[in-house]
């Protein structure tokens, strides 16, 4: 189990969501199941392999913060050796997998993924930049590229789009567990944004990635035309309670607000649901279209 633990299967199951979709959108309808499998393999494998590597790096801070301090490195149940084999095994064979399984097309961006990840996220954003987790998450957003990919062997303007979603959602979706966490990262020196900056400011952000985000999930509709009146229609209602959540957070911080009252929470919980039913209407959209 500790090794389970260490590709943070919860976080794989939302890269997963965001890459299946994409693949029913790039078919215009069910794609190979083969494929389908092949794909969802070997994304678990490389995301699980990136997961594991950071661990093995952050097990220093892991050990000192309330949330991380159960993760099998800081435990003692997978050894520091053991971790980094294990993570390095993990992105060699996911690489050859995606290369001989589906293409090398989604090889190359399986690879940049786990990379990105390791060496610019982990090693050189997350602790000297406040500004980490907006960059540090297009090691995420690739996978609609790989998803894209597996089925196309090629790029195009739809998966840029939703990678543009992604990337818009990541700041706004992690920011509020940064909130509700913020002494666990005041304490190991990490500057996530709710430590350099207050609440107020913060809620602010959230709000502008926000607009910019719902904004950017129409333009696969409008202009693109990608898709039939199904998927605005879904991603315009889920938007609209998305900036609900956003204004409310940010009128609670501009007032002062502290402490459980603030509910952070609830914009961070809503973010996954947000980021599920949206690829769920990705992929429903092309039988409709």
Known sequence: MGF????????????????????FLAAGGVPDLWLVLATVVGGYLSAGGANALNMY??????????????????????????????????SVVS????????????????????LYYVFVYTLGLKRRTAQNIVWGGVAGCLQVFIGW???????????????????FWTPPHYWPLSMKVKDDYERVGVPMLPVVAGNQVVARQIVIYSWVMVLTSLTLWWPLGETSWFYPLVAAV?????????HGL????????????????????????YATLLFVAVAIDPFLH
């Open 57 to 90: 790096i952050d097990r220093d801070i892991d050990a000192l913060m309330h949330r991380t301090e159960q993760r099998p490195l800081v435990t003692g149940l997978v050894s520091p050796r053991e971790g980094l084999v294990f993570g390095i095994t993990l």
């Open 250 to 273: 940010h009128s609670r911080a501009k007032a002062g607000v502290t402490g459980a009252k603030l509910k952070e929470m609830r914009l961070f919980h809503w973010s996954i649901t």
């Open 4 to 23: 389970v633990a260490l590709t943070k299967p919860r976080i794989i199951e939302l890269l997963l969501i965001t890459t299946v979709p994409v693949m």
């Open 95 to 114: 690489t050859v997998w995606f290369a001989l399984l589906v293409n090398p097309l989604s090889a190359g961006l399986s690879l940049t993924a786990i």
């Open 149 to 167: 990919s597996a089925v196309r062997d090629e790029l195009a303007w739809a998966p840029f789009v939703l990678f543009l979603v992604l990337f």
């Open 238 to 246: 889920l938007g609209a309670f998305w900036l609900k959540e956003a």
